[in-house]
C-alpha cells in the first residue's frame, strides 16, 4: 500500500524534450530484490526525476508499495528496503507524460483484490502515452471502476485488474490489443512479474539474466525460445524446476540499469509481445506481431542513456557517429569544437574525429543541478543559465567556435548558450545540432512543447539561426541519424522530425494532461 509524503521538488529547469519514464521489473528468489530495484532506478534516474517507486511481493503475499516525490536517492531509506522484502518487486521513475506531477499519479500504481471492481491484485509501472485513455476511462468508468489518479497508467491496471480471465498473460493478451498508444509496462502479481510493450515497439524494454546464486541455475541466453530456465507449463508459486533453480531475469527501460546490478543484457522485449518472469524461468507469448515495427528514434539521439544498448549499438559509440556524419554534411571553419555539456559530449567528439578541429571543454557544467529546489531568485535570476553552466573564457576568448548540441527544441537554452559564448570572448558561434530540426509534437510519452512554442515551426534554419543569434546553424539530416545506427525508418518512428505518426490516431491526441481536460 502506498505510504508517506513529501514536498514537491521543482522540476529540472530545461528546454529540451523531457525525459519520459523507466520501469524495472525483477522476478528472483534468493536475492534482494528491492534493493535491486533501487539500484537500477537509480542507474535509470535520468529518465524521470519527479517521482520514483518500488512495489514488492513474496510469492503468495501481499503486495507492498513504496512511492514517492522526488529522487529515487531521496525517495527511499534503508529503512524502507528491508521493509520492502520480497522475491519480485517491479520499479519506475516518473516524469509526467499524462497526468500532472501530483503524488497521486506516481507509480507503480496499486489495484486490491476486491476493490473497485478487481478481482486480481496486482501493481504496475509503465512508460509511454495511451492515445486513447480518455475513451478507456470513461468506458470504466461507466462500469464502476474507481480511481485515484489522473494518469493513463491506472487506466491500464484497472483494465487487468477486473478481467476476468483467470491467467494475468490471458487478461493482458486481451487487453492489449484494446490500447492505442506506446507503453513499455511492467505488472507485479503475487507471484509474478509479466512484461509488455506497445506492437509497435514505440518506447524500449529490455531483458536482463542475473547472475546465478551460490550452486544455482545457469545464466544461459534466452533469444529466442519459448520457455526458458524452466520447464513448459503451468507451476505453480513456489514449485522447483527440476534440475535446480531457473535463472533469475529482470526487464528494463534501459540496458544500463542491468550493468549497476550485475545482469547481462539478453535481448530486447519485442513489439507485442509479453514475457513472464516467475518460477517456470521466462516465459513468452506474442500479441499482434504483424504492426509496423515504430521503435523511438530519439532514443538513440537523446533520452537514453550513453552506456545503454538498443539495436545492437552502445549509445556513446551512435552518437559519436552522429558527429562525424554531421561534420562530413555541414563543415565549418573553425578553431575548435566544444560540445553542450552532457547532451553533445559524444557528437562534438566525433565532429572533431572528422573535421580534424581541435576539442575541448567550453562549459563546465554543475553536476548538482537537478538536486537544487531552491529558487534562484530575482538578484540571480538574471543570471540565468549560469547556474547550470559556466563557460571557461580562457577557452573560448578569441576563438571560433564549433558548439555541438544534441537538439533544438524551443531555442531559450541555445540562445543564451550563444551570448555566454560571445560575452566570453568567441569571435564566431556555428552551432551543429546532432539531430533534424524537431517541428511536431510527440504523442507517445515525450512532453516537447507544443508545435507553435517549437522554434524550428514554420521557420527555415537561417531564420532559426538569426533568432539564436549564431553565425551558422546546421542540422544532422535524417538520413545521416538512420546512417549513424545502421537503422531505416522502415521500423523506427521519426513523426517529431517528419510529422507522420505510425500510431492511428495520433493526431487528435489531447497531450499529458488528457484526463484532467475531459
Ligand atoms: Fe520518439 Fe519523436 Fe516518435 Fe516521440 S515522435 S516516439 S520522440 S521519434
Redesign the pocket.
Known amino acids: 500500500m502506498p505510504y508517506g509524503r513529501a514536498g514537491s521538488p521543482r522540476p529540472e529547469d530545461r528546454d529540451g524534450p523531457r525525459d519520459e519514464c523507466g520501469v524495472f521489473g525483477i522476478y528472483a528468489p534468493g536475492h534482494e530484490v528491492s534493493r535491486l530495484s533501487y539500484f537500477a532506478l537509480y542507474a535509470l534516474q535520468h529518465r524521470g526525476q519527479e517521482s520514483a517507486g518500488i512495489a514488492a511481493a513474496d510469492r503468495g503475499g501481499n503486495i507492498m508499495t513504496r512511492r514517492e516525490l522526488g529522487l529515487v536517492s531521496q525517495v527511499f531509506s534503508e529503512n524502507d528496503l528491508r521493509t520492502l522484502r520480497g522475491e519480485l518487486a517491479i520499479g519506475h521513475v516518473r516524469y509526467s507524460t499524462t497526468g500532472s506531477n501530483a503524488w497521486e499519479n506516481s507509480q507503480p500504481v496499486q489495484r486490491s483484490e476486491g476493490t473497485n471492481g478487481s478481482s486480481r491484485e496486482l501493481a504496475l509501472a509503465h512508460n509511454g502515452n495511451m492515445i486513447n485513455a480518455v475513451e478507456l476511462h470513461e468506458e470504466l468508468s461507466e462500469r464502476g471502476v474507481t480511481f485515484s489518479s489522473t494518469s493513463d497508467s491506472e487506466i491500464v491496471a484497472a483494465l487487468i485488474a477486473t478481467h476476468p480471465a483467470e491467467r494475468i498473460e490471458d487478461a493482458i493478451a486481451d487487453v492489449l490489443p484494446r490500447l492505442n498508444g506506446?507503453f513499455s509496462i511492467v505488472v507485479m502479481t503475487k507471484d509474478r512479474v509479466v512484461a509488455f510493450r506497445d506492437p509497435h515497439g514505440?518506447r524500449p524494454l529490455a531483458i536482463g539474466v542475473l547472475p546465478p546464486t551460490d550452486g544455482a541455475g545457469r545464466a544461459e541466453s534466452a533469444s529466442g525460445e519459448e520457455t526458458i530456465g524452466g520447464r513448459d507449463g503451468d507451476e505453480g508459486p513456489g514449485e522447483e524446476v527440476e534440475g535446480g533453480e531457473p535463472p533469475r531475469y529482470c526487464v528494463a527501460s534501459e540496458s544500463c540499469a542491468f550493468d549497476i546490478i550485475g545482469a547481462t543484457f539478453v535481448r530486447d522485449v519485442e513489439p507485442g509481445e509479453v514475457v513472464t518472469l516467475g518460477a517456470q524461468g521466462l516465459q513468452s507469448r506474442r500479441v499482434m506481431p504483424d504492426a509496423r515495427k515504430s521503435f523511438?528514434?530519439?532514443e538513440y539521439i537523446y533520452f537514453a542513456r550513453p552506456d545503454s544498448r538498443m539495436n545492437g549499438q552502445v549509445l556513446q559509440v551512435a552518437r559519436g557517429r552522429m558527429g562525424e556524419i554531421l561534420a562530413r554534411e555541414s563543415p565549418a571553419e573553425a578553431d575548435l569544437v566544444i560540445p553542450v555539456p552532457d547532451s553533445g559530449n559524444a557528437a562534438a567528439r566525433g565532429f572533431a574525429r572528422a573535421s580534424g578541429l581541435p576539442q575541448d571543454d567550453g562549459f563546465v557544467k554543475n553536476r548538482y543541478v537537478a538536486r537544487t529546489f531552491i529558487q534562484p531568485g530575482q538578484e540571480l535570476r538574471k543570471h540565468g543559465l549560469r547556474l547550470k553552466f559556466n563557460p571557461l573564457p580562457e577557452v573560448v576568448g578569441g576563438k571560433r567556435l564549433v558548439v555541438v548540441d544534441d537538439s533544438i527544441v524551443r531555442g531559450n537554452t541555445t540562445r543564451q548558450i550563444v551570448q555566454m559564448l560571445r560575452d566570453a570572448g568567441a569571435t564566431e558561434v556555428h552551432m551543429r545540432i546532432s539531430a533534424p530540426p524537431i517541428k511536431h509534437p510527440?504523442h507517445?510519452g515525450?512532453d516537447m512543447s507544443t508545435r507553435e512554442e517549437m522554434i524550428a515551426h514554420e521557420r527555415s534554419v537561417e531564420e532559426i539561426a538569426e533568432e539564436l543569434g549564431c553565425d551558422s546553424l546546421a542540422y544532422l539530416s535524417l538520413d545521416g541519424v538512420y546512417e549513424a545506427v545502421g537503422a531505416t525508418r522502415a521500423t523506427h518512428?521519426?513523426?517529431?522530425f517528419t510529422g507522420e505518426y505510425p500510431v492511428k490516431g495520433s493526431d487528435g491526441a489531447q497531450g499529458k494532461y488528457a484526463l484532467e481536460i475531459a
Do not use: N
Open positions: 506506446a514505440l523511438c528514434v530519439f510527440c507517445y515525450i518512428c521519426d513523426a517529431c
